[in-house]
Structure formats: structure tokens, C-alpha cells
């Protein structure tokens, strides 16, 4: 829970997080610690909060944990005598791994004549945290849970942009989500695989748990240059970016294009809290792109399994071109027998290799334990006979045999049933033909 708690460090209210069985602290923001006079969490991580807060050797009688609802605010008021100041809480409970959690956030309103307009940005906070769970809880699906999101913070924070950037493999950042205002130009083809060095002063903000505010683009025109050139071709005076983690570890940001100058802190909170929810839905997306590819996936080699043939297929436009490239890895049985299967396992695993340098760009697929098959949508027939001949290249230098059986047809009309059985009884006459030439028994 740990990386929900980092996105209510740099608040300028007071949050502090309990486990509400056993009253033991697990968190307290910056201000909060600051406030009581500790320098660190560990100082106080697993004591009591009516210990720490109220200096009491007994639970508050005051205290509501047990009217507490996930999804639910509770608001009241309260003078703490230990720190002299009236407070505005908002308490709320948070499940997570068998364990319940009380969430409190609290405004100082001591001050009588800020009291009337920070209780009014709080209760706009409370609406904004609602609406965003129950976006986060209830959307068909997690990429419309993100999009509704950004959508939803756009228009409720006075924004001309949001979205949302992912570390990808290679360290750069890509655009994965994207929301604009009427009127307003979209960036997101233009902004994937953004060099690393162009964010690199953001990402070194992050480690430190800073978000970036920026009032004036201007601002880094001298100290982040290439930023500053990236940012002005979008046309972007103003934002607010905040990290987004992952285990502790920086897995990208989110933001807003040029929201009011004058609520450019607000908007920063509201960022950070919402920033837990955006997480949990990347989360969950990457969980069911997981799924996905397991229910597609042949988990030796990962090429495609019958159910993702069968989606190729449905995909191939009538009247176009198709190739089948039908394989079978030779004396896979004889190495299972005499080697072990994870000699095997290395022998499919190199035979998939071979597929993928040819046919990358079309179907792969493993479709029995020493069959593989490449469909090939849109080819020529002389480009593929040239693919099949460097394809055999490559099972000379891999140390892999295969019979290779092949279909080509210019207008493909036919189901693929025809095809495959065609293609398949080729495959047998070359591996009939090997076994003949090199007086191997077959049946080993």
C-alpha cells in the first residue's frame, strides 16, 4: 500500500493512515510528520495514533473507524488541543489485502476568514475523489476507466490537455492516453518514444517525490532547454505533471496542459490523489493484456496458439493474398527420448526462432507439439518462396530440421481448413523424402 500513501506526501493538508483494527500508524505525509515534530516515518511506523496524536493511553472516544465505508467520506470538525488549531476532516476507509486501512485528510481552518472558501475547495476535493473511484470501479474496461478519467480531470481542472506518458522498454516515454478540450490540437501520435533526455530533469524531480509546476513556460527556458522547446511547439504555457509509481519505482507521469495559473497548486493535489487511481487502472489493464496473451499464447515458444490463428484469419480481408507455411521440426521425439524434454523444449524453442526472423510481420502460430505454422496475409508468391528459402538458411544455422510444406493462393476464397490440409500433405512428402535421402527411421 505503501505507493498509494507516496501520492499524499507533498499535500499541504494533513493525511495520516492507520490500520483500523489495530489503531497502528503506517503513514503520515510530510506536513503531518512535521507538524508532530518527526523527521522520519520510521519514527513512527506500528505506534498508536492516540499515542502520537492525542497523547492518550486509550483509543479516542471521538473516533469513527467503525462508521467508516470504502468509497465514502465522513466530515466533521474538531479542535485538537495538541496542536491548537480547528480542523475540517475527511475520513474515509480503504481495503487492501485483508486489511483495513483509515484514511484521514485534514484542513487547517483556524483561520476564520479562509474557512469559507477552503471548505468549499474541500468539498470540490470530496466530489472529485468520488466520481474518480467510482469511474475507477465501475468502467467497462480499464482503457475506458483511463480515458474517462483524463476526460473527467480535463474538464473539472480548466485544462486544455490531459494524459498520460509510459516508460517503455527502450527508456523512452510514449503518449498512451490522451484527452483534449474542443478547439484544442492532439499530440499523442506525435509524442511516442520520447527521448529520454528530454525528460530527464522530470524524472529526476520524481525520484525526489516532486511533482512539476510550471506557471510560466518561460520559467525553463534557460535551465531545461529541450523541454522548453518540446513543450513550446505544443503550445503549452502552463502545467502540472505528477509521477506515477509502481512498486516504488517511477513507471511514468500524468498531467494537464495549461490549466489556470491561480489554481496551479490545487490543481497539483488533486493530481497526486487521483494518481493512485490512475495507477490501479494501468494496473489492471497490464493484468488483462496478460491474460490476453496467455489465452493466445503458446507458453514455450509465445507464438500464437489456435485461438489467435483463428482471430488472424477472421482478420484477412476477402480476396486477398495468403500464404501457408506449414512446419514440422524433425526428430523432436528422438531428442525428447534420448536428451530430456528440456533439450527439447531448447529444440522448439530455436525451431520458433527460425519462423519468427522470416515471418515476423505476419502470423506465427504452434499449433501441435512439433508443428508450426507462419499464414501470411497479403504476400506475393515469390516473396514468400524467397522467405521459405532463408527460412531453411537459418534452420542450418540454428541446428534445426524441418519439414516444410507450402500453399500459396492469389484470392483467397477458400476456407482455411483446405488450405492447411493441402498445405500439411506437402510438409509429409518433404518429410517422407528426408527420411528416405538420409535412411533415418522415421519413427524415432
Given at each position: 500500500?505503501e505507493?498509494?500513501?507516496k501520492?499524499?506526501e507533498?499535500?499541504d493538508e494533513f ?5 483500523i483494527d489495530?489503531y497502528e500508524i503506517v ?6 510528520r ?7 516515518l520510521n519514527?513512527?511506523?506500528g ?5 502520537v496524536?492525542?497523547?492518550s ?8 473507524n ?5 468509497g465514502?467520506?465522513?466530515?466533521w470538525?474538531?479542535y485538537?488541543?495538541i496542536l491548537d488549531?480547528?480542523?475540517?476532516l475527511?475520513?474515509?476507509?480503504l481495503e487492501?489485502?485483508?486489511?483495513r486501512y483509515?484514511?484521514e485528510l ?9 474557512q469559507g472558501s477552503?471548505?468549499q ?16 470501479l465501475?468502467a ?5 476507466s ?6 473527467y480531470?480535463g474538464?473539472a ?5 490531459t ?7 527502450q527508456?523512452n516515454?510514449?503518449n498512451t492516453?490522451?484527452?483534449?478540450a ?5 499530440e499523442k501520435?506525435?509524442?511516442?518514444n ?8 522530470w524524472y529526476h524531480n520524481?525520484?525526489?517525490s516532486?511533482?512539476?509546476i510550471?506557471?510560466?513556460?518561460e520559467?525553463?527556458?534557460?535551465s ?7 513543450l513550446k511547439r505544443?503550445?503549452?504555457?502552463s502545467l ?8 516504488q519505482n517511477v513507471?511514468g507521469?500524468?498531467?494537464v496542459?495549461?490549466?489556470?495559473v491561480k ?5 497539483s ?5 487521483m494518481?493512485y487511481?490512475?495507477?490501479s487502472?494501468i ?5 488483462v ?7 493466445y499464447?503458446?507458453q514455450l515458444?509465445?507464438?500464437g ?7 488472424y484469419v477472421a482478420?484477412?480481408?476477402r480476396?486477398?493474398?495468403?500464404g501457408v507455411?506449414?512446419?514440422d521440426?524433425?526428430g523432436?521425439?528422438?531428442v ?5 524434454h ?10 520458433s526462432e527460425v519462423?519468427r526472423e522470416?515471418?515476423s510481420?505476419?502470423g506465427?502460430?504452434r499449433?501441435g507439439g ?14 514468400l518462396?524467397?522467405?521459405v528459402?532463408h527460412?531453411k538458411t ?6 534445426v530440421?524441418?519439414a516444410?510444406?507450402?500453399?500459396w493462393q ?13 498445405s500439411?500433405?506437402?510438409m509429409y512428402?518433404e ?12 519413427r524415432h
Open positions: 500500500m505507493k498509494i500513501w501520492f499524499f507533498n499535500l493525511v495520516y493512515v492507520t490500520d489495530t503513514y503520515m505525509n510530510r506536513k503531518t512535521e507538524t508532530y515534530g518527526f523527521h522520519s519514527e513512527i511506523k505506534k498508536k495514533c492516540y499515542e496524536m492525542q497523547h493511553a486509550a483509543p479516542c472516544g471521538m473516533c469513527n467503525q462508521e467508516l465505508v470504502e465514502e467520506f465522513k466530515e470538525k474538531y485538537n488541543p488549531k480547528h480542523l475540517m475527511k475520513d474515509t476507509m487492501q489485502d485483508g486489511r483509515r484514511v485534514a484542513l487547517d481552518v483556524s483561520n476564520e476568514e479562509q477552503l471548505i475547495n474541500y468539498e470540490n476535493m470530496e466530489a472529485f475523489i468520488n466520481e474518480g473511484l467510482r469511474i475507477a465501475y467497462p474496461t480499464p482503457d475506458q483511463l480515458e474517462i478519467i483524463l476526460e480531470l474538464k481542472l480548466n485544462g486544455e490537455r494524459y498520460i506518458f509510459e516508460r517503455n522498454s527508456g516515454d510514449d492516453y490522451e484527452w483534449v474542443n478547439g484544442v490540437k492532439p501520435d506525435n509524442l511516442q520520447v527521448p529520454a533526455e528530454v525528460c530527464e530533469n520524481f525520484s525526489k516532486r511533482n512539476i510550471i506557471g510560466d513556460l520559467e525553463i527556458r534557460e531545461d532547454p529541450l523541454q522548453y522547446e518540446n505544443q503550445n503549452i504555457s502540472v505533471v505528477v509521477p506515477l509509481y509502481e512498486d513507471i507521469f500524468y498531467g496542459d495549461n490549466p489556470p489554481s496551479l497548486d490545487y490543481t493535489n488533486m493530481l497526486q490523489i494518481g487511481f490512475i495507477v487502472s494496473r489492471r489493464r497490464n493484468l493484456r496478460e491474460l490476453e496473451q496467455m489465452s499464447s503458446d515458444t509465445k507464438l496458439n489456435r485461438f489467435a490463428m483463428e482471430r482478420d484477412i480481408p480476396g486477398a493474398s495468403l507455411v506449414y512446419c521440426i524433425t523432436l521425439k528422438k525428447n527420448d534420448t536428451l530430456g528440456q533439450a527439447g523444449d531448447q529444440l522448439i524453442l530455436r525451431a519462423l522470416e515471418f510481420d505476419y506465427i502460430f499449433i512439433d508443428e508450426l505454422l507462419a499464414l501470411c496475409a497479403d504476400i506475393g508468391e515469390d516473396e518462396k524467397q522467405k528459402e527460412m537459418g534452420m542450418k544455422q540454428k541446428d530440421v524441418m516444410v510444406g507450402t500453399v492469389e484470392t483467397w476464397k477458400l476456407g482455411l481448413d483446405i488450405l492447411l490440409t493441402e500439411e500433405s506437402r512428402q518429410k517422407a523424402a528426408y527420411y528416405k535421402n538420409t535412411g533415418i527411421d522415421r
